[in-house]
């Protein structure tokens, strides 16, 4: 047994002497969530020789998400623990357009049979014990974290989630701190839990290792009520090390209020990834060579000015070194804390230069709760990237490589009635490059979700 198990099984026994407690039970909450996921991504023209992908990948599934948040025990240490059960049932995998192949790690959305194949269904569950004194909370389990270091994705039909611990304090006014430590991942399309990695040395995808430690902590400090500063550190053992700065300042202006949100991430290489290639991870690092150990340096501002409903917004990135902008990524979908993160694409590569325009409108204004709309466009240039665009040769170390992303997002929740918090969103995405081993892509998206309080 690992000292993570061990450390549950004693604080769920502690617990449960305790369960009568009150508080453990008051304070307790259960929801179901539903999600109805359908998927549909038309890989267009493109590097049709260097991407093997099919030209139209499909799915829809029904997604079950039962959560279950005890309160604390009384005393001066309260104990609780928290459980998620995931099931996700396919509906359909487009007659075998599930985007995987017999040597692929998993589809779109569901994991894929050693043929390829769809499955039928697949499901988790996940236990965190917790215990709190004051306002520090410790716990070890089942995580989900959403930090400038470690970001869980919930972009499918189920949440990815992570297995390790970690302790968050509140001790002093204004000023959060948190640390922990990850072992495993489970992506958003399997059952079971994985080591860690990163992009090019995914174990399933390539011959590359896995890491089974990923260390961080950090905190966010509210200067004052409209301005908070962040700092986070990341450690990927064998991979990567990472410090995060960030800057949140609200200002009101006028009838609306102007959000500027800085982010600077710094990255360099640890352990084999300095001298192993089984540990390289992608970029572009001369004379045709595309793998190498982390080197990166990234840079954006967002400005967002909201009045009336509107919301306008503005941003420019800068990704600097030999390798792209590194992140925890076991290469079957995964979230980064950019302001880049888009729908199809990251634009992080090596290099690369993005800005990017937003606008959206909260329908509330005019009378009709709950219906939301946006777009989003973002244009990244200047990558560094080697290698053939089908016949043609890029170069064996080229620049001026480029790609752009429009995505458009439109949401109505019921704000009243029977079908109260039913929610129902249209994602539609285009993607367009020039970027050697990649293909143009449209790709949309149709989630139905309802979430119904069990206690």
Known sequence: ?????????????????????AGFIEDSK?????????????????DTK???????????????????????????????????????????????????TSTSYGGTVFPSKSNGEAVDNYSSLGLTAKAKISQTELKLGTLQPKLPV???NDGRLLPQTFQGGQITSGEIKDLTLVAGQIEHAKGRNSSNNEELSIAGSNAHTAAGR????????GGDYKITKDLTAQYYYGNLQDYYKQHFLGLVHNWAIGPGVLKSDFRYFNSRNDGANGN???????????????????????YSGLFLYTVEGHTFGGGYQVSNGNSDFPWLNQGDGSSAYITTDMQIAKFARAGERTWQARYSYDFAKVGVPGLTAGVVYLRGDNIDTTGKVGDRQVS?????????ERDLTIGYVVPEGPLKNVGVMWKNAMWRNDIPGQRDQDENRLIVSYSIPLM
């Open 1 to 21: 047994m690992n000292k993570s198990t061990l450390a549950l099984a004693v604080a769920v026994g502690v617990m449960a002497q305790q369960a009568g407690a």
């Open 30 to 46: 259960a929801t179901l969530g539903l999600r109805n996921f359908y998927i549909n991504t038309d890989n267009r023209d493109g």
């Open 50 to 100: 260097a991407a093997k992908a099919q030209n139209k990948q499909e799915e829809w599934g029904q997604g079950f998400d039962l959560r279950f948040t005890s309160g604390y025990t009384q005393g001066t240490v309260g104990f609780g623990i928290d459980a998620i059960g995931l099931l996700g049932v396919r509906l359909d995998s487009g007659g075998g357009t599930n985007g995987a």
């Open 150 to 152: 470690i970001v869980t």
């Open 210 to 217: 896995d890491s089974n430690k990923f260390i961080y902590g």
């Open 276 to 298: 192993d290639p089984a540990y390289y991870t992608t970029g572009d690092y001369g004379t045709g060579i595309t793998k190498g150990k982390v080197d990166n340096n990234l």
């Open 396 to 404: 064996t170390n080229a620049t001026g490589r480029s790609e752009w």
